[in-house]
């Protein structure tokens, strides 16, 4: 009997991850995202693991999300125009790179208090971020070159920060960084974004392997693998869904969603 109530709650948390993980991954795709700032707080809340494993677990799904993201869009994006823009990306990686290292190594000697915190700040940032940036128009660039070129080390580095300390792509805040600093298309923006994003968590994934709290991944194998099936399904299909829904009412409903998740992962501390 006792064997048979693990099997269900095994077999409901398997189910939960994989509707958990498309829901987000759907929400994700109709605003252009991979979801993992959505994913990360139902790490944390739903299925109770640690903060440094839920960000660990949440950036091995993202790097899943993201790479298959950039064929999904090489439709409406070629590759080949992607690769035009070799100095944008470059530029943005020179600062993202060393952003990821570092952030990953402080969030594995934060304690679980402080991370906590860090998590619900970034998040209700983010959440302004998706009202206020997500809308931008594309125009002429905000600097020239030399000034550009620095201003872009430093976006890539604070970027790089944040993306390895909450596990995300950083797509939330590359997209309007990629439109109002250089002036980029802003469908243009979001595959420039993942070829940004794609090294810059490798990096990160990296710094974190070196760490004990890495093996949740092998712990949790079978979880990992689906939800990252459903985070994958469910921004196919929100891709599909893109226009449906206007993002005058969209985008303010996730923020309120990334408020309330931030309220909920403080009070873990």
Do not use: C
Request: without cysteine; charged residues 10%; positive net charge.
């Amino acid at each position: 009997m006792h064997d048979s109530g693990e099997s269900a709650s095994r077999q409901n948390r398997m189910f939960g991850s994989f509707v958990g993980g498309g829901t987000i991954g759907a929400l994700g795709g109709l605003i252009g995202l991979g979801g993992a700032e959505f994913r990360l707080p139902l790490l944390i809340g739903l299925f109770g693991f640690p903060a440094l494993e839920a960000v660990i677990l949440n950036k091995a799904m993202s790097l899943v999300v993201v790479g298959s993201a950039l064929p999904f869009r090489a439709r409406s994006v070629p590759f080949e125009q992607v690769a035009a823009h070799w100095p944008v990306i470059v530029n943005l990686l020179a600062g993202s790179l060393i952003g990821a290292w570092f952030g990953a190594g402080w969030a594995t000697r934060l304690r679980s208090e402080t991370l906590y915190r860090v998590i619900s700040v970034m998040l209700v940032i983010i959440a302004a971020v998706l009202v206020f940036g997500h809308d931008a128009k594309a125009g002429g660039g905000l600097f020239t070159a030399p000034v550009l070129i620095i201003a872009g080390v430093f976006a890539g580095l604070v970027i790089g920060v944040i993306s390895a300390l909450l596990g995300v792509a950083g797509g939330e805040l590359l997209i309007p960084t990629l439109v109002l600093l250089f002036g980029i298309d802003i469908k243009l923006a979001g595959s420039l974004s993942l070829a940004v994003s794609l090294p810059t968590m490798l990096v990160g994934f990296a710094r974190y392997s070196q760490d004990q709290s890495f093996s949740v991944l092998g712990r949790n194998r079978v979880f990992l693998l689906v939800m990252a099936a459903g985070s994958v399904a469910g921004t196919f299909v929100g891709g599909q869904l893109l226009g449906l829904i206007p993002s005058a009412l969209l985008l303010p409903l996730l923020s309120v969603i990334l408020v309330l998740s931030a309220i909920k992962v403080w009070r873990h501390t």
